[in-house]
């Protein structure tokens, strides 16, 4: 499975961005997806996950009530909507599938990962 996250950029604290994470596969809807981010310096963190049939969604403490997670498994793919962007939201983000049937907080969950986008919000 290779997975191909977008949607990156250069935004103001406040501003608005959507990334997209599409799968090169029509099975995407077996797995639980999920977005992790990265900032330098630091471990990767749980930003959220979603279920396959998108009837449970979880999202870390730090975004909740701003970000919000989505998918369509007809086009393969998952959003991350992130609203209200604070400076400390900067980091590459990453997605990822897993075979659990849960959402899962670590990492070691998920078995493909997508190559990353990198979010930059300017203060």
């Known amino acids: 499975v290779q997975l191909q996250a977008s949607g990156g950029g250069l935004v103001q604290a406040g501003g608005s961005l959507r990334l997209s994470c599409t799968a090169s596969?029509?099975?995407?809807?077996?797995?639980?997806a999920a977005w992790f981010r990265q900032a330098p310096g630091k471990e990767r963190e749980f930003v959220g996950g979603i279920t396959q049939s998108s009837d449970t969604t979880k999202l870390s403490d730090s975004v909740t009530g701003r970000f919000t997670i989505t998918r369509d498994n007809a086009r393969n793919t998952m959003f991350l909507q992130m609203n209200r962007l604070e400076p400390d939201d900067t980091a590459a983000y990453y997605c990822?599938?897993?075979?659990?049937?849960?959402?899962?907080?670590?990492?070691?969950?998920?078995?493909?990962w997508g190559q990353g986008t990198l979010v930059t919000v300017s203060s």
């Open positions: 990822a599938v897993g075979r659990s049937p849960y959402i899962r907080s670590s990492p070691r969950e998920y078995v493909y």
């Open positions: 596969v029509h099975t995407f809807s077996i797995y639980t």
